[in-house]
């Protein structure tokens, strides 16, 4: 099991840029899937981008591909979420995530793969 807490959130302008983290604690050692998924009022929760630990391969959502970027710095245990070029559609609730342990990433991220959740951090992007 993992702790998982997202930061960064904010507002900004239309084509502008914004990075959010999370950090991890627990069991961070041990190969999983991890994931950013974001709801947007009225809408279902959407699977962004995920990337499995032991290997680095990161997988993105069509709507994302190009402009979004996850990463994870595994010296300080914190996932991150670059986000370039963001557009009013891109405003939600942005959650990190986190899958049991060797459970590799699927290329469409489901919500139903992760085990651990964080509170989320609120994006907004004005036009």
């Known amino acids: 099991q993992v702790q998982l807490a997202e930061s960064g959130g904010g507002s900004v302008q239309a084509g502008g840029s914004l990075r959010i983290s999370c950090a991890e604690s627990?069991?961070?050692?041990?190969?999983?899937?991890m994931g950013w998924f974001r709801q947007a009022p009225g809408k279902e929760r959407e699977g962004v981008a995920s990337?499995?630990?032991?290997?680095?391969?990161?997988y993105y959502a069509d709507s994302v591909k190009g402009r979004f970027t996850i990463s994870r710095d595994n010296a300080k245990n914190t996932l991150y979420l670059q986000m370039n070029s963001l557009k009013p559609e891109d405003t939600a609730m942005y959650y990190c995530?986190?899958?049991?342990?060797?459970?590799?990433?699927?290329?469409?991220?489901?919500?139903?793969?992760?085990?651990?959740w964080g509170i989320g951090t609120l994006v907004t992007i004005s036009s």
């Open positions: 995530a986190a899958s049991r342990p060797q459970r590799l990433c699927a290329q469409r991220l489901n919500d139903y793969d992760m085990t651990d």
């Open positions: 627990g069991y961070t050692w041990l190969s999983r899937c």
């Open positions: 990337l499995y630990t032991g290997t680095g391969i990161t």
